[in-house]
Every structure is written in C-alpha cells, then in structure tokens.
C-alpha cells in the first residue's frame, strides 16, 4: 500500500524560511506533488517532483528524493497569506491512484 | 471555462436518505476523481474515472456510487446515508491519469448527516 507522513503542525514568523517534511512509501512510484489549501478553500496546485533534486518556483521550493522516500517544501519570505495547510501527494503508477498525507498546517505570525 | 463545477455547496442529510452531488468539467479532461477530507486524515480517495464508462474505487468506495456516462460529468450517489459520512467531498479532474498531471480541484461540498 502507500504511506504518506507530514507533520500536523507548524508555526512561522513573516519573513523567516520554513521547510515542511514528507516521507512517504509506496511501489510504482511516479510522482511527488504538492498542494495548498487555505482555510475553507479548495487546494491548488503548487509544484511537482518525479526526479531527485530542487525545483525553484519564487518563493517555494520543492526537494525530491526517491531513494529516501522523502520531500520538502520550502518556503521563503514567509507572508501572512502563506497560513494554509500544505499537502503532500504521491502517484503511484502501480495503483495508478494520488493519494494525500494528512496536511501541514502552517500558521505565520508577525 | 468554469474550470470544475460541484453543487450543492452545503447538503444536510438524514441517516438514511440518499442524494447524488454534482461534478462536471469543463476542460475536456479524461480523469475525474472524488475525495472526502476529514480533520486529522486529509484527502482521500473515494472513487475514480479514466474516462467515460470507466471507473474504479479508492481508498474509502463504501457507501458511495459512481458513474460516467459522459467526460463532462461524474456524479457521487450516497445510497443510504450515514452519520460517518459527515465530511467535505472534493471533486478533482486532470487531462489524464498519469504523472505530472496536476488535479484541478472544485470548491468543495460540505455534507452533515444526522
């Protein structure tokens, strides 16, 4: 089956960087996406790994690697409207499902 | 293009009545999906569709049925409802299902059971 971890909280401070961890494990592995929900919204997509390495997209940042099952976010220049919780997501070409870990919520404090 | 549509925003149900929530697409996407998301469990997969006439179930299929007559639509039945089933669905479509296909997202049903 897939497992998918993310931690369930974190807080910030506006301008500060944060990273948010997700290890995951599943076979047929094809792909690490990354969604944002805010608070009574929809998530929307913020970026996709399926090969090792950084992908750099203004302000975030997404870390892939395959090897340790285990990718990250990062979030520069953290704004107020960054609150929101952030959703890790796995693709497995095997089951040829996405399935969702449980969601950080991240909170920005000034 | 109105990108993905669900009805009704809010639904109260009695255990035991049944209703049908409304997805459809505009984006001639092949893929369409359904998800409830719960606090503490995040999204998870109900059921699925790679096309029309085609669908497959999730993680949680109980309780719930699909089908797709058309790539346009993809209605979500709760045949009888129950107080578990208290939760927000989520309608989600892609061009297809494959990697890199990012999920366009509804703006979300949420349903009470009482």
């Known amino acids: 089956g897939q497992n998918i971890d993310q931690p369930t909280e974190m807080t910030a401070t506006e301008g500060a960087i944060v990273q948010i961890n997700c290890t995951y494990q599943?076979?047929?592995?094809?792909?690490l996406f990354w969604y944002q929900q805010h608070a009574g919204e929809a998530p929307t997509f913020l970026s996709y790994?399926?090969?090792?390495g950084l992908e750099e997209k203004g302000r975030f940042s997404s870390f892939l690697s395959r090897s340790k099952g285990y990718s990250y976010l990062l979030l520069k220049e953290l704004q107020m409207k960054d609150s929101a919780s952030y959703l890790c997501?796995?693709?497995?070409?095997?089951?040829?499902?996405?399935?969702f870990g449980q969601g950080t919520t991240l909170q920005v404090k000034p | 293009n109105a990108g993905v549509t669900q009805t009704p925003k809010f639904q109260v149900l009695k255990t035991g009545q049944s209703m049908t929530l409304q997805c459809a697409q505009d984006?001639?996407?092949?893929?369409m999906s359904w998800y409830r998301q719960d606090p503490g469990m995040g999204l998870r997969l109900i059921h699925y569709?790679?096309?029309?006439?085609?669908?497959d179930q999730g993680e949680v299929p109980n309780g719930y049925n699909v089908s797709r007559s058309t790539t346009e639509d993809f209605p979500l039945r709760l045949l009888s409802a129950a107080p578990s089933q208290t939760s927000v669905y989520f309608c989600?479509?892609?061009?297809?299902?494959?990697?890199?296909?990012?999920?366009?997202f509804g703006s979300g049903t949420q349903l009470s059971v009482l």
């Open positions: 989600a479509s892609s061009y297809s299902n494959g990697m890199e296909e990012k999920l366009f």
């Open positions: 599943t076979s047929g592995f094809n792909g």
């Open positions: 790994n399926v090969l090792d």
């Open positions: 997501a796995v693709f497995s070409s095997n089951t040829g499902k996405l399935i």
């Open positions: 984006m001639n996407h092949e893929y």
């Open positions: 569709s790679v096309g029309a006439g085609i669908t």
